[in-house]
C-alpha cells in the first residue's frame, strides 16, 4: 500500500475537530439568510406596489404570505441539502434549484390561499413583484455565496468536505474529474494505493491501517474511485470498511459512471437499469408542446417587423424565393419541409448537397449576415407550429447528409427519437455550423443521444437561455 498525503503538513486532529465545530452552524447561518431575503422582498414589493400603483393592503393573511413561502422554500431546500457545505460552490445547480424551489414555493402559497379562501386578501401586483424581487435576490444571495465562500479561508474552515481517496493504482489528479472534486469542495486529505493482489489477512492488516490513519485526520467520508475492470475488488472494500461510521461512496470512471446516471425502474421484483428511455410521456409531451407553442407564437408576433425587413432586403439583394425550403426527416424519420430565409444562390435540395463553408462563394450577401446571426432559421417558428419542429431539439440535417452519416455513425438514428429542434444541446455546446470531419458530427451526435436520453422541460428552458448567448460567440457560415 502506498499513501499520499494532500495538505495535512500542519493539520492535526484538534484543528479538525475546531473546523468540524466551525461547519455546522454554517448551514443554519446560509438558511436563514435565504429566510430574511424572501420576507424583505415581500416587505419590498408591498411597499413599491402600494407606493407606486395602489393604495398599501393592510391584512394580516397578506402579510404572512412572504411567512409562508420563506418557511416552504427553507424547508424544501433543507430536505433537498441545498444548504450542505460541500454544495454551497455550484453556482450553477444552486441557481437552477432556487429557481424550481421558488416556483414551487409560489404555487403552495397559491395553493394555500384558495383553499384558506384568502386569495381576496392578495394583492395579484405585490405577488408578481414578490416572484421577480424575490428571484433576483436568492440568486444574487447564491452569487454572494461563490464568491465569499471561495477564500482560502472559507475554503478550508466552512466549506471544504475532508474525503480519503481509495483506488487500486495511481490516479491523475490532474483529470477533469478531480478538478471538479475540488472544485465542488471535496479536499482530498489522503490517498491510499492498494495492492489487490495480497492474500484475505494482510489486505484486512492494510484496511485497519487506512482507518487508523483517517480517523487520526477526522476525515468526513471515503471516496473509491474504482475503475470497470476493478469492480471485484468492488464488494470486497466495502465490506472491510463498514467499520466505520462515515459515508463510502463511489467515484466511478466514464463506463460505470454512464451506466449509474440512467434510471432504474422496477421489474416484477427487482430492479433493471434503463438502457433506453421509453418516447416521450403523454404529460411530458403536453408540456414540451404547450411551452413550443406559447413561446413560437410569441416569436412570431415580436419579430415580425423584423421578418418583414429580411424578407426585403432577401428581394433586393438577389433574385429567387425569398423563403428556401429543404427536405429534411423529423420525429421517427417522418419527412417534413424545412422553412428558412433563403441565404445562397442556389436551392439545393437533391441526394447530393454540399454544406456551406467559411467563405462559401454561394452565400448571398445578405445571406452571409442572416447565416452569421440566425435569421435564417426563424422561419422554423412556423415548422414549430405546425408541429414538425420543436423549439429544442437534435437539429435535422438535409436528406443526403442523413443517408450518408446514418451508415457512419452508429448512434445517428437515435437523433429521430424526438422532434428536431430550431436549436439544442450540442449547438449550445459549441456545435454549430460545419462539420467538416466526421469527428465533429459524432461529437455533435453525441450530444444529441444525450439530450434525447436525459430529456426534461427545464432542460429545454435552461438550452432556450444558452441559446441566446451561444448566438454571441459561436461562428456560422
Not at 98 to 105: E, Y
Not at 139 to 161: E, L, N, V
Not at 358 to 373: C, E, H, M
Request: with cysteine; hydrophobic share 45%.
Amino acid at each position: 500500500m502506498s499513501s499520499t498525503t494532500y495538505g495535512l503538513e500542519n493539520a492535526y486532529p484538534g484543528d479538525a475537530k475546531r473546523n468540524a465545530t466551525l461547519q455546522r452552524p454554517l448551514q443554519i447561518f446560509v438558511a436563514a439568510g435565504d429566510f430574511l431575503l424572501i420576507l424583505m422582498s415581500y416587505l419590498g414589493a408591498s411597499l413599491i406596489y402600494g407606493t407606486f400603483f395602489s393604495p398599501l393592503l393592510e391584512s394580516d393573511v397578506s402579510n404572512g404570505a412572504g411567512l409562508i413561502v420563506g418557511v416552504v422554500f427553507v424547508g424544501i431546500g433543507y430536505l433537498q441539502g441545498t444548504y450542505d457545505n460541500h454544495r454551497l460552490l455550484n453556482v450553477a445547480w444552486q441557481l437552477r434549484k432556487a429557481a424550481i424551489n421558488w416556483m414551487v414555493s409560489l404555487i403552495i402559497l397559491a395553493i394555500a390561499a384558495f383553499l384558506l379562501k384568502s386569495t381576496d386578501h392578495l394583492s395579484r401586483g405585490t405577488i408578481i413583484l414578490f416572484a421577480l424581487i424575490g428571484l433576483t435576490g436568492l440568486w444574487g444571495h447564491r452569487a454572494a455565496w461563490r464568491i465569499g465562500f471561495a477564500s482560502p479561508f472559507a475554503k478550508g474552515h466552512f466549506i471544504d468536505r475532508r474525503v480519503v481517496l481509495l483506488s487500486m493504482r495511481t490516479l491523475d489528479f490532474t483529470s477533469s474529474r478531480f478538478k471538479d472534486l475540488k472544485k465542488s469542495g471535496f479536499d482530498v486529505v489522503r490517498h491510499f494505493v492498494l495492492n489487490s493482489t495480497q492474500d484475505e489477512a494482510a489486505w484486512d492488516r492494510e484496511i485497519q491501517d487506512i482507518i487508523q490513519q483517517s480517523r487520526a485526520t477526522n476525515v468526513d467520508e471515503y471516496l473509491l474511485a474504482v475503475d470497470w475492470n476493478e469492480l471485484p475488488m468492488l464488494q470486497k472494500l466495502s465490506q472491510h470498511l463498514r467499520v466505520v461510521p462515515q459515508p463510502i461512496r463511489l467515484l466511478p470512471d466514464f463506463p460505470i459512471a454512464d451506466l449509474v446516471a440512467r434510471p432504474f425502474v422496477p421489474v416484477g421484483g427487482t430492479m433493471a437499469i434503463e438502457i433506453q428511455r421509453p418516447p416521450l410521456s403523454i404529460f411530458e409531451r403536453a408540456q414540451k408542446r404547450c411551452l413550443d407553442i406559447g413561446l413560437a407564437s410569441v416569436a412570431l408576433v415580436l419579430l415580425a417587423p423584423l421578418l418583414l425587413t429580411t424578407a426585403v432586403l432577401i428581394k433586393l439583394d438577389s433574385p429567387g424565393n425569398v423563403i428556401f425550403r429543404q427536405s429534411r426527416r423529423g420525429f421517427n424519420g417522418k419527412p417534413f419541409d424545412i422553412w428558412k430565409f433563403r441565404s445562397m444562390f442556389v436551392a439545393e435540395n437533391g441526394s447530393t448537397i454540399t454544406q456551406a463553408k467559411k467563405q462559401d462563394a454561394r452565400v448571398t450577401r445578405i445571406g452571409r449576415f442572416l447565416r452569421k446571426s440566425s435569421i435564417d432559421e426563424l422561419p422554423q417558428l412556423w415548422n414549430v407550429l405546425r408541429g414538425e419542429m420543436s423549439l429544442v431539439g437534435p437539429r435535422p440535417h438535409a436528406l443526403a447528409h442523413d443517408n450518408y452519416y446514418d451508415q457512419m455513425i452508429s448512434k445517428y438514428v437515435f437523433r429521430h427519437h424526438m422532434k428536431p429542434g430550431l436549436t439544442g444541446w450540442a449547438q449550445v455546446n459549441g456545435f454549430r455550423g460545419e462539420t467538416s470531419t466526421i469527428d465533429l458530427m459524432e461529437k455533435r451526435v453525441e450530444y444529441d443521444v444525450w439530450y434525447v436520453s436525459n430529456w426534461s422541460i427545464w432542460l429545454d428552458i435552461r438550452i432556450i437561455f444558452r441559446t441566446a448567448a451561444a448566438l454571441m460567440y459561436q461562428e456560422a457560415y
